[in-house]
């Protein structure tokens, strides 16, 4: 790939559901090639690895819920379980409609912590 990039490894098919309910949240916009993301005041609420799994970042009662409805559970990445992540179900994530509340409610539960400071490079 020119200049070094890394080409996704991610199935088209999953990265297309996860866009779709993405621009289910007006003014949020999916960032990262590689790892796609969504992110609000420097935290991150939302990404697809690098099989195209989606972790949701839920506060924990919407957490609770979100694990006892669809019978999943918190998400591992690297060997480390996140605990404030849930494992999407890819079912879940093609039914736009289902997922699209819980996407709002992760934006709202990371839109209420302090933001992040930024890091600003000089030059």
């Known amino acids: 790939m020119p200049g ?3 080409a ?17 949240l007006p003014g949020v916009e ?6 796609p993301y969504t992110s609000v005041n420097g935290h991150m609420f939302s990404y697809l690895s690098a099989t195209g ?3 949701l970042r839920l506060a924990p009662a919407d957490r609770e819920a979100f694990i006892e409805r669809f019978r999943t559970g918190l998400h591992e990445a690297y060997g480390i379980v996140q605990k404030e992540y849930v494992t999407v179900p890819d079912e879940v ?13 992760s934006y709202a539960y990371v839109s209420a912590l302090k933001p ?5 490079r000089n030059g």
């Open 4 to 6: 070094g990039a890394k």
């Open 93 to 105: 994530l093609d039914d736009t409609p289902t997922l699209a509340p819980y996407l709002a409610a």
């Open 116 to 120: 992040k400071p930024t890091t600003r």
């Open 30 to 35: 999916r960032k990262g090639a590689t790892v």
């Open 8 to 24: 996704s490894l991610i199935p088209p098919q999953r990265l297309a559901a996860y866009e779709r309910v993405v621009a289910t």
């Open 53 to 55: 799994t989606l972790a």
